[in-house]
């Protein structure tokens, strides 16, 4: 069987990288999305298991120390991290997993993955993004800055990624990841595991 392939998708927040995600997802049985485990509190959108596994600090800090990770960080005083047994299973499986992640643990990921296809999502400017942020209404004046910093030192880290996809008109976007998904599985190592009998018929 031909082992999955595992993608990295990053972005600012706001930039729409889960919306895109859950589109691409919704009718492609060969593509997952990872749940991180995380320590910030669940939305009033959220469901456990779903959107993340929301653990308490003690829980997270016992997992890192036991090495349950393939990576995890901090990002606003909070911690995620992705469980590398689960991700290992789907890889195995043939199915591609999809992982939403911040610049920093893209880089995490990238050294123990080094196949791994990295896609990098841009907003059209910082005022749409601020504009996004804002129309969540999920975070106060002071979270919206932080996260407008950080969205900056986010995109200076743009280059590190296979892949840069603007977010201006969300189908497009979609249009886009699945074009890059597409091709990814149109490689001679993936087609030789799923076509080996054909192309054994084409070379007797």
Known sequence: MTRGVFY???APSGAGKTSLVKALVENDESLCVSVSHTTRSRRPS???GVNYHFVSDDIFITMLTQGDFLESAEVYGNRYGTSQHWVDQQLARGIDVILEIDWQGAEQVRNLYPKACSIFILPPSLQDLSQ????RAQDDEETIDKRMRQAVNEITHVAEADYM?????????????RAIIRSRRLTVPVQQGKLGDLLSSLTR
């Open 46 to 48: 959220e469901k456990d």
């Open 8 to 10: 990295i998708i990053t």
């Open 165 to 177: 996809v603007v977010n201006d008109d969300f189908e497009t976007a979609l249009s886009d990841i």
């Open 132 to 135: 996004r942020l804002q129309g």
